[in-house]
């Protein structure tokens, strides 16, 4: 992860932040963002592992800019590494703002997840070699 121009990861998640999503300051709240980052995070996660699986662990987690009420929030995600049962995530938010749609990194974080089984213990993630 680093301070890139352009998004690194394929496009997961995208949505509008909502007047209903200000903190006290009126920027999008940090724990909206980080919701989306998760959900985000968990569509690949849940893709990879071919199942279920539980976020477990969010690591480096770097606020850079805040979100506006009407910025569209790109969610990328990219598979950082896979273990026997777990999987770290990169993960960054960018926003487009306003009309001509301005494109702004705004917060990057590692997820780490792990595949689980029907009674929520890990299960090892499937080798697709």
Known sequence: MSEATAPEGNLTLRTIAMPSDVNVNGDIFGGWVLSQMDIAAGILSRERSRGRSATIAVDAMKFIRPVSVGDVLCVYTALKRVGRTSMAIDVEAWVNRGVIGAREKVTE?????????????????????
């Open 109 to 129: 974080a590692i997820f780490t997840f792990v595949a689980i089984d029907e009674n929520g213990k890990p299960r090892p993630v499937p080798d697709l070699g």
